[in-house]
Every structure is written in C-alpha cells, then in structure tokens.
C-alpha cells in the first residue's frame, strides 16, 4: 500500500509540473510534426541550365527537371553562383560538360538522379542520340563548390559543428548560472549595489571566457582533426562561431532563470535546440511550406549555418556573411537585455 502513496505523489509532482507534461506530450508531437513536414517538403525538381542542348535531350530532360536555357556558359555559371540553379550542362565544345553546384548534398545527389533517369530514358528509345557523348555527364562532372569525393558527412558538417557549439555552450551556461542561483551566489550579488545589467554583463563576460576556449577547442578539432572542409578563412569560421557561442551563452543564461533545477533546464531542449537542427540547412526546405519557411528564420542557427556553408564549403569572404552575423548579433543582444528583465522578479532595482 506503501507504494501507491508513492506512486500517487510522484503523479502529483508530474501534474503540478507544466513544462514537464509539456515535454512529454506536446515536444514530441511538435517535433514529429515538423520532421513530417520537413522531410516530405524536399524538392523533386532540380533546376538545370542548358546551353546550346540538342532539341531531344531537352525535350526528355524538361520531364524530370526545371530548365533553363542560356546562349552563354558564363551566364549559366552566374546562375549557380547566385543560387538561382543546381547544375548547368555546356553543348558547345565537342563533349557535353555537367557542372554542378555542390553546397547542398540533397540537391547534387537529385541532379544526379534526374540525368541518370533521363539517360536511361534515351537509351532505351529508338531516338537515342550518339549516347556515348551523354554518358560521360555522369562520370565525370564538376562542382562549383566541394567535389565529386565529398560525402554526406563533408557537406553537412559545418552545420553539424554549429549545432555542437550552440548546444553545448548552452547546456553549459545554463547549468552554471543555475547553480549560481542555487548556491545563493547571485542572490549576495543582488543585494549589492549593482544593477541588474552589470550583474547580467558580469555574468555572460565571466562565463564567455571558458566558452571562447570551448569554442576554439571544437572548431580546432573539427577542422584539424576530423578534417571538415575548410575552404574559406578559419578566423572568418572562428567569428561566426564566436558569435553564435555569444548567442546560446545569453539563451542558456535567460532560460535558467525559469529553471529550478538542471532536469528542468533540459526540458527547454526538445522546446529550444531539437527545432532548431531540423532548419539549420541538414534538410532541403524548398518546397517546405510558407510557414516553415518562415519559422526558420526565428531560430539562430539558421543564419550560423548558411553563414558556416558559404565560408566552409562556398569560400565567401567575410562581407558576405555580414547580414547573418549581424541578425545573431541582434539575438544575442535581446537575449541579453531579457535576461536583464527576469532579474526583476528578485529584485526591482
């Protein structure tokens, strides 16, 4: 009979925990919810650019892809390089020549798929043109960024080392600013004469210290060590995700002021972090839904992952990832100036 009372005060402390019942039965159902959308929301339709193709090569590739046609082969390189195609296909020279765009794994592997359909399409017609000049497409195409030998792991992993240090500076932070709390630490501080923002500013400059060293710690072993791909300037790399450190060093400090304990803490991962992995560039959302599409641009890790592919496997400079390490600059400030107003419930000055 013992363990009924048990048993009935444990379902007592589930019920008068929100955010637990909420990640037990909400978190889930969100997450599944986007992982189906997500992951039925990847486009089937590659766009290829074609200069100078043979009308029926055009006429079998136009069912399987979007095409484009262009007179010029540097036309239909500048239309990679702005993003706006996957791949073009030169007809000029005396063999045709496929380039593809190579930053997003998902969209090379489709090119691949669409042209090897379409070759097999015309190999088995009686119309078939010359298809040992077309076959050579397949063997050995170009990439504007990356190569023919990148594999899955070489393609995603600047977003996966993103992720890792948005993750772990967080869980970090926010366990050690709860155990300040805990301790009765920031309690002595706030009844000091300080004001609420030097104590936040103390804070996230004393913790951003150990996080500077974590930082660079992952960063060095990613790309020396596991040899992630690293075509642009590392410093360039190190500020980005300097950056970002900043941002989930302010995110973890905010949310462990609602936290009571560290099993609490971790109940903002399925809420926080897990979202955020399924937009941060791993899954291709072209033809996701507005929504989704908007929604992505509400999670950091969205703007320091395009930032990490176009220096780590693009090789932009440092001013074309401006506008993205200037919107995280703007999520670490507002987590900082939240972080700021929580204070007030333990003191209102």
């Not at 170009?142 to 995603?156: I, M, P």
């Not at 992505?296 to 090789?315: K, N, Q, W």
Request: glycine fraction near 4%.
């Amino acid at each position: 009979m013992k363990s009924q009372y048990v048993a009935l005060r444990v379902l007592k402390q589930i019920v008068k925990d929100k955010r637990l019942l909420a990640m037990m039965f909400v978190a889930p159902i969100m997450v599944l919810l986007l992982l189906k959308i997500i992951l039925t929301s990847s486009s089937t339709t590659p766009t290829i650019v074609l200069v100078a193709p043979p009308a029926p090569f055009q006429a079998v590739l136009e069912k399987e892809a979007k095409i484009l046609l262009e007179d010029k082969v540097d036309d239909a390189i500048s239309l990679l390089y702005a993003r706006e195609a996957d791949a073009y296909i030169d007809f000029t020279g005396t063999e045709p020549h496929l380039a593809i765009e190579g930053a997003d794994p998902a969209r090379s592997q489709l090119v691949a798929a669409k042209l090897q359909k379409v070759l097999f399409a015309m190999a088995s017609s009686e119309t078939s043109l010359a298809m040992k000049e077309y076959v050579s497409l397949l063997q050995e195409p170009d990439y504007l960024y990356g190569s023919k030998d990148y594999k899955l792991f070489e393609r995603v992993s600047p977003m996966l080392m993103g992720f890792l240090i948005f993750f772990y500076v967080f869980v970090t932070a926010g366990i050690s600013f709860l155990r300040e709390r805990i301790s009765g630490t920031l309690d002595r501080l706030l009844a000091t004469p300080l004001k609420r923002s030097q104590i936040v500013w103390g804070y996230f400059l004393g913790f951003g210290g150990f996080v500077f060293i974590q930082t660079i710690i992952i960063q060095a072993f990613g790309v020396y060590a596991l040899h992630i791909p690293l075509h642009g300037s590392f410093w360039t790399v190190m500020l980005i995700d300097l950056i970002l450190s900043t941002v989930a060093l302010s995110l973890g400090l905010f949310l462990s002021a609602y936290s009571r304990n560290e099993f609490q803490l971790f109940q903002f991962i399925p809420i926080v972090i897990v979202p955020q992995v399924l937009f941060s560039g791993i899954f291709d959302l072209s033809e996701a839904p507005a929504w989704i599409q908007w929604l992505s641009h509400c999670f950091p890790l969205t703007y320091a992952a395009e930032a990490l592919r176009d220096v780590m496997i693009r090789g932009e400079e440092i001013y074309h990832v401006i506008p993205e390490l200037l919107v995280l600059l703007a999520f670490s400030a507002v987590f900082l100036l939240l972080n700021t107003s929580v204070l007030k419930k333990y003191r209102k000055i």
